[in-house]
């Protein structure tokens, strides 16, 4: 069993590391070696999934590391909540590699991407199946890494680099909050185990600072990479990626994990006020921004990131609110929808020689007919139309918020649903009403792009009944364990929901159908609100201007600093010391070597006279000593 | 003679012979050069494998009368802290070596110096006298400078002096540090172990500890003292680059493990928050420092001081869990930015050119190599997985329940690690391939030899630390308790 | 059996040592100069003897001392020989003004 659930990553790793070392020699076959490794980890979870729903959960560690004498484990945690992230990541994932397989087919790095894809999946199903804060760390930065390839994967592109390189340091900076989140927690509970995080545990720490800052560090972490506000200004540069990409990492999964980290360590926000109170407050926040910025986007993919960004902040509202099941609802439900759009998209692009700008299109309808149809499947179930499954998962959110009290933020998520119902509807009727405005000749996708779609839009029709009163709202017992409440279908919020559809899809109907003139006097008129929109608040021209302007000039200052100053000291030390050598030098050179070479001098003057006796012709030697020995001689007698 | 002292003799004895050899015959130089390397890589696993994990004492001890006057001896040993600084040494010399196939002129020289300096690596990290610790400390500098001053870059002369006459003047206060030891204690002993016996005034300790500090933070090198560093890594050859930074540097931290801390506590521990702040200030700094810099070598040696700040922070906590960070770290340190330091080397063969603005979209053209600098990269900078996440990682818990806030700081360091590595394979190998590269060839088999074993360990380590861990464990276990740190 | 009278053999020997010091100081020739110190050296030898039997020693004293200086002759010569040698080797001369290699 623990062998079989460690396989679910392990086989994905598997295929990326024969793609790297055999994807010169495999070439486009390498393709067959990701689909199989993820259809086959896709086969294994559901075995898992199936055992979980059997009311089993898994759970197995070993140990990884010391520390303190407290071992920080790794292993495989299998319960409600990660085997319906396990569902998501494999059944999701495996269909948008199948899509890669068509929608990258001409590109010259094929067999990288998949590379890249399986490691990605392989850090998503670890981060998924952790059992610690640690191990879900390290994955964590792992899936921000494979972000991180995939959204610069066509690096010729400037922005593509660049946009690669936002998105990882971005990231970066909500992890340090993350990391010190972990050793806060570490130090105040001594454990960093997912199954110790209970409500009990945090009960022993009511009133006391540690564990709400701890959680707010954590949940920095979360805010980078599920986007959320102030930190949300990366995921949309990260549409530079080929778009499979944008559908599994940057819509369906890895965003998701910020939502899923809140979801682990559900006791610990909702036991403080402090905590959940802010979670709410920045999810409500980011949900209504990123839904306005959405209204007059003109790329397409750029429409879809700042409403994954939006529907983010929904789930991070939820679990704000206490609505542990509706923020997981949401997140599968949206998983399958926005994968579609993203994919959907990605097949529009695909079909119009990758042009992205919505006033390009037009008339798509007609030449795409299944891209269409399933895109609409979609949009009627991010907008929220019944019986499709966003209506069943915003429903929830709604009533959560509403059952809990917190009215501001229940109707800013409804002003939420009806912005969002009517830039959805913007983007349908733009894209594939009408007439052509570009100049392309629109085709539809291959087999292997277009099944991925119909199979995703039954998905997105469907998937939302098992948490609908249809199903006895099975999915929330299952996820709560039978342990939270279950809210009932209140008709005020359903009235309030599809009132705020119809809305968004009339307003849309009007500005783009019967009075396509509309848009441009309102904007004219309302320029302020429009471009603010359009520049998304000038949040990165402000980041730009402040943090990173800032952050340049610093580094330069303190690299000049350091040549100068710190550097400078070191060499003004030598260069002082070679100034006073000189005059020691000089003193040196004159008084005493002066003396030395006068001692020196005295005795060559002396022996230079000495030294004629020195002929070096034997005949005079031998003179002088015969001389000698007679004076000796002389002497003596 | 004990293993200890074939190790330590193994590469004079290869020097002798390559001396003896004709000028001119430079493959066989260089094969005998490999060879005594690979020996001594031998011998380090031979160590390893006889080493027992369960004793925190020296093992391997030689003792030896050397200068009776002076009660000076000859004194090998080794614990869980040399034996991991032995195989960084024996490992990175024989990479190093092989790297240095590259040099052309005056081989017969250069490979001589070279395994002159390799001893006096091994002798300083084994003695336990300190007297011959001082003398292998700076038989390490002298062959370092010719090394620097011959074979370097255009620069060669002034880094070369600058390197010598900086560390000289921290091993002279080094020195001073050593005979106030010999002349405090009962009876005068140069024997690290005895020292350790004594208990000295606290007043006196800190002057010591003053004295001896400056000239490991000159070596390793602490912030302000480490502009050396990269004038010295911007000139030396590649190979020596790699040696400077993986071995020369831990010099330094080894001589707080083995020297400042054990024989000095309290000292030790009142200078602590010092250390801590300095080594804070180190890792945000070098951070902010080597990203502005276009130099690619000089980069690599800024994140060097940055990367030996988080050394130095495991060191000024006092828990099991910094130290061993800390030694963990010196040890990826070394794997990491050594091969970072080859990879340059690789490009600069190529292009002869290390401006980081000048390059761009490499990695079309030099795949594999572009593969290589990003997971060296990505080591550098923290990615879990790798080796250097877990260093820095244990360093930076270890450290947060001493001092919170500098832990907060130098967790900054790991943002400013990002925004430098990844700007630089940005600027490399991302975006457009500037033509002027185009006949660029991909990095050659030889070169990929010197940089598998590194990246085998570095992941390694970064997936299962207790391979390494479980040598350093009971070692720094008893100098924590030595010291009055914290365990738990 | 009359013997030869003292005042003959150290006049001999006298004139003998007069021509190796002439011999000496006035070759330019190195062998020559060694001839003379060697014919030197043999009227030291005569005069030994003569006042060895003059005086009435035991006899064996003298010509120990005699034998000794005889050795120490060869010695030298067999030195001076060689230096010759070696000289001429080097410098093709054995003539002494010409061999100047010391002289300031």
């Known amino acids: ?147 991180y390839f995939l959204i610069g994967f066509w690096f010729e592109k400037r922005s593509a680099a660049q946009a690669g390189r936002k998105a990882f340091i971005t990231n970066r900076i ?30 022993a720490y009511a009133g006391s600072w540690i564990l709400p800052v701890s959680a707010l560090l954590l949940f920095s972490g979360a805010i980078g990479k599920s986007a959320q506000f102030p930190l949300h200004v990366w995921l949309p540069d990260a549409m530079e990626g080929p778009t499979p990409v944008s559908a599994l990492i940057h819509a369906a999964t890895m965003v998701a994990a910020g939502i899923y980290l809140v979801a682990r360590l559900f006791p610990l926000f909702h036991a403080f006020e402090i905590t959940s109170q802010v979670v709410a407050v920045i999810g409500t926040t980011t949900a209504l921004g990123a ?157 292997s792009m277009t099944i991925p779609l119909i199979i995703l839009a039954v998905g997105s029709a469907v998937i939302g009944l098992p948490g609908s009163p249809v199903m006895d709202h099975w999915f929330q017992s299952f996820i709560l364990g039978g342990h939270g ?113 006068f001692t020196g001098w005295a005795v060559r003057t002396t022996s230079g006279i000495v030294r004629l006796l020195q002929t070096g012709v034997i005949h005079h030697y031998l003179l002088i000593l015969l001389l000698g020995v007679l004076v000796i001689l002389y002497t003596v007698s | 003679m004990g293993l200890l002292s074939w190790l330590v003799f193994t590469p004079i004895v290869g020097m002798i012979v390559i001396m003896l050899i004709g000028r001119d015959q430079h493959k066989l130089i260089r094969n005998l050069a490999t060879f005594t390397t690979a020996c001594e890589l031998l011998l380090v696993i031979a160590v390893l494998a006889k080493f027992d994990l369960s004793q925190t004492g020296m093992q391997f001890a030689e003792r030896a009368l050397w200068i009776p006057q002076l009660g000076v001896y000859y004194h090998l040993g080794l614990d ?138 000159i070596k390793v090198p602490i912030w302000p003292f480490h502009t050396w560093l990269p004038d010295a890594h911007v000139e030396a050859p590649t190979p020596i680059s790699v040696i400077l930074a993986a071995i020369l540097l831990k010099m330094g931290t080894y001589g707080f493990f083995r020297i400042s801390y054990p024989i000095l506590p309290q000292a030790a521990r009142w200078f602590g928050p010092a250390m801590g702040i300095l080594a804070v200030i180190g890792i945000i700094y070098g951070g902010f420092v080597a990203f502005a810099q276009t130099d690619f070598k000089k980069m690599v040696a ?71 600098l990003i997971f060296c990269s990505l080591a550098s900078l923290g990615l879990p997985g790798l080796a250097g996440f877990v260093s820095e990682f244990m360093v930076l818990l270890g450290s947060f329940p001493v001092y919170r806030w500098m832990t907060a700081a130098a967790c900054v360091g790991i943002l400013l690690a990002a925004a430098y590595l990844l700007y630089m394979i940005q600027r490399v190998l991302l975006g457009s391939l500037n033509p002027k590269w185009a006949h660029l060839k991909d990095i050659s088999a030889r070169e990929i030899f010197t940089l598998v074993p590194l990246m085998i360990l570095i992941l390694l380590v970064g997936v299962y630390p207790k391979i390494v861990l479980q040598y350093i464990a009971p070692t720094l276990e008893a100098l924590v308790k030595s010291v009055g740190g914290t365990l738990a | 059996m009359t013997t030869v009278p003292l005042q003959h053999l150290l006049i001999f020997s006298t004139l003998l040592f007069f021509i190796g010091l002439y011999g000496a100081t006035t070759r330019r020739n190195m062998v020559g100069i060694l001839i003379s110190i060697e014919i030197m050296l ?44 070696v000289l001429y080797r080097n410098q093709k001369t054995i003539y002494t003004d010409e061999v100047e290699l010391l002289k300031w």
């Open chain 1, 1 to 147: 069993m623990v062998i079989r659930a460690v396989l679910i990553p392990i086989l994905p790793l598997l295929a990326f590391v024969t793609i790297v070392f055999f994807g010169g020699a495999l070439k486009r076959k390498s393709a067959w070696v990701a689909v199989g490794a993820s259809l086959a980890s896709c086969l294994l979870a559901g075995f898992e999934i199936a055992n979980v729903i059997g009311g089993n959960t898994l759970y197995a560690n070993a140990t990884w590391l010391v520390v303190n004498r407290v071992p920080i484990e790794f292993g495989v945690l299998i319960d409600p909540l990660s085997a319906m992230m396990l569902f998501v990541v494999t059944f999701v994932g495996s269909l948008i590699v199948i899509y890669s397989t068509g929608y990258m087919h001409k590109d010259p790095r094929y067999p990288k991407f998949f590379a890249y894809l399986s490691l990605f999946l392989f850090s998503m199903l670890g981060l998924v199946l952790s059992t610690t804060l640690v191990q879900m760390y390290l994955f964590w930065e792992l899936v921000g890494l494979c972000s």
């Open chain 1, 174 to 203: 909500g992890d340090i909050g993350f990391f010190l989140g972990i050793a806060t927690f570490f130090y105040a509970t001594g454990t960093v185990r997912f199954v110790d995080i209970q409500p009990e545990l945090a009960h």
């Open chain 1, 291 to 447: 839904a306005y910025f959405a209204l007059t986007q003109f790329d397409i993919k750029k429409v879809l990131a700042y409403s994954t960004i939006s529907q983010l902040g929904y789930m991070v509202a939820a679990l704000g609110v206490g609505g542990l099941a509706a923020g997981s609802f949401h997140l599968m439900t949206h998983a399958f929808f926005k994968a579609l759009l993203f994919l959907g998209a990605g097949s529009v692009i695909h079909g119009c020689s990758d042009v992205q700008d919505l006033r390009e299109m037009g008339g798509l309808r007609k030449s795409m007919p299944i891209t269409f149809w399933t895109f609409l499947v979609a949009t009627l179930a991010i907008t929220g139309f019944a019986p499709l499954s966003g209506f069943w998962s915003k429903d929830e959110i709604l009533l959560s918020a509403f059952n809990h009290q917190h009215l501001i933020i229940f109707w800013v998520l409804s002003l939420t649903a009806a912005m969002t119902s009517f830039y959805m509807f913007r983007l349908l009727f733009l894209a594939f009403f009408g007439k052509t405005r570009g100049k392309f000749h629109a085709h539809e996708s291959p087999v």
């Open chain 1, 485 to 597: 409440e279950i809210h009932h279908v209140n008709s005020f919020v359903v009235a309030v929901s599809t009132a705020m559809c119809f809305l968004g899809l009339l307003i849309a109907l009007i500005f783009y159908i019967v009075q396509p003139e509309l848009p441009k006097k309102l904007a004219e008129k309302s320029w302020l609100f429009y471009s603010a929109s359009q520049n998304k608040l000038w949040f990165d021209e402000l980041y730009d201007a402040s943090f990173i302007r800032g952050f340049k000039s610093l580094a330069g200052i303190l690299f000049r600093f350091d040549e100068r100053v710190v550097d400078g000291c070191v060499n003004q030390v030598g260069f002082k010391t070679v100034a006073l050598s000189r005059v020691k030098n000089w003193i040196d050179q004159y008084m005493i070597d002066g003396l030395v070479n």
């Open chain 2, 80 to 217: 869980g802290i040399s034996l991991i600084m032995l195989v960084t040494t024996g490992l990175l010399s024989f990479l190093a070596c092989v790297a240095s196939f590259g040099i052309r002129e005056r081989v017969k020289e250069y490979f001589a110096l070279y395994l002159l300096l390799e001893t006096g690596m091994i002798g300083t990290f084994v003695s336990l006298d300190l007297f011959l610790f001082y003398i292998f400390w700076e038989v390490v500098l002298v062959p370092m400078y010719f090394l620097i001053g011959i074979w370097g870059g255009p620069r060669k002369e002034y880094a070369a002096i600058k390197f010598f006459l900086y560390t000289l003047a921290g091993s002279m206060f080094m020195l001073i540090g050593i005979l106030a030891l010999y002349f405090a204690s009962t009876p005068h002993t140069f024997n690290m172990l005895a020292l350790g016996q004594n208990q000295f005034a606290l007043h006196f300790q800190q002057m010591v500890f003053l004295a001896l500090f400056l000239g490991f933070a």
């Open chain 2, 302 to 372: 800024y994140s060097s001081v940055s990367h030996m700040g988080f050394v130095l922070l495991g060191l000024a906590v006092f828990t099991l869990t910094g130290f061993q960070g800390a030694l963990l770290q010196m040890f990826t340190h070394g794997l990491i930015t050594g091969a970072l330091f080859l990879l340059v080397g690789v490009l600069y063969d190529r292009a002869h050119i290390r401006d980081l603005n000048s390059f761009g979209g490499l990695w079309v053209k030099l795949p594999v190599y572009g593969g290589i």
């Open chain 3, 42 to 85: 043999n009227a030291v030898n005569v005069n030994f003897i003569s006042f060895a039997r003059m005086l009435d020693v035991s006899a064996t004293v003298a010509q120990v001392f005699v034998i000794f200086t005889i050795v120490l002759a060869a010695a030298t010569a067999a030195v001076g020989l060689a230096i010759v040698l």
